[in-house]
């Protein structure tokens, strides 16, 4: 079945640093991916939507500016949290759309000290 | 505003039946799909149902009614394994777009 995978599936990162993440589609063609995030036993929240080769829709509350998204091709997204603080720690996690169903990827468990 | 409403935790005992309803309130639909999540990892896929109506797969089951904004997901002969939490999402505007549930916790014991 199809895969998506993330990288990396855990990072620490010191307070104001730039963490960087992808999603790649390891057996198909997305067009949009999705980036998720949760916060410990809480629900996901869509932050927004990924469209390969055009700017990617936010959802609301979620600063543009502070977590960039790139989808640069039809099989990698990344997202970057900049300037990260402890109140980004959190799980990140995409999701893409194949041709019957949605796939999530592993997700990334970033923590910020 | 959009909401979705589903118990936060249930517990059960091995081979039994639960069931973990649903309701909604958003200003699209698309269709209800269900996930199961275990600790420290991510989703996975168990069900959509786009139309009204029950579709069974293996040991769960999930059930659609748009009328009354409202489903469920059965999970029947309960293991162990199925301790997990489960989410309900509804799609409002594309396939891949979902709005997720607060999840149930299901908790199965011997």
């Known amino acids: 079945g199809a895969v998506v995978s993330q990288h990396p599936s855990r990072v620490i990162c010191k307070s104001g640093t730039s963490v960087k993440i992808e999603c790649r589609s390891l057996?198909?063609?997305?067009?949009?991916m999705f980036w998720y995030r949760q916060f410990p036993k809480q629900s996901l929240m869509l932050m927004a939507t990924?469209?390969?080769?055009?700017?990617?829709?936010?959802e609301q509350g979620v600063e543009k500016d502070k977590f960039l998204i790139n989808h640069a091709s039809l099989t990698l997204s990344t997202l970057t949290v900049t300037s990260a603080h402890p109140e980004d720690s959190s799980f990140y996690i995409c999701?893409?759309?194949?041709?019957?169903?949605?796939?999530f990827g592993p997700g990334t468990r970033l923590t910020v000290l | 505003g959009q909401s979705l409403e589903q118990p936060s935790e249930v517990t059960a005992v091995e081979g039994a039946i639960v069931q973990i309803n649903c309701t909604y309130q958003?200003?699209?639909?698309?269709?209800l799909s269900w996930y199961q999540q275990h600790d420290g990892g991510a989703p996975t896929f168990l069900s959509y149902?786009?139309?009204?109506g029950l579709e069974e797969t293996g040991r769960f089951s999930s059930f659609l009614s748009r009328s009354d904004s409202y489903g469920y997901l059965l999970l029947q002969e309960l293991q162990m394994k199925d301790s997990a939490s489960y989410f309900c999402?509804?799609?409002?505007?594309?396939?891949?777009?979902?709005?997720f549930g607060a999840g149930t916790q299901v908790v199965v014991t011997p």
């Open positions: 958003t200003s699209g639909f698309y269709g």
């Open positions: 999701s893409a759309e194949g041709a019957d169903t949605q796939y």
């Open positions: 990924s469209n390969e080769g055009s700017k990617a829709t936010y």
């Open positions: 057996d198909f063609q997305a067009t949009t």
């Open positions: 149902n786009a139309l009204d």
């Open positions: 999402a509804v799609s409002t505007d594309s396939w891949g777009k979902f709005q």
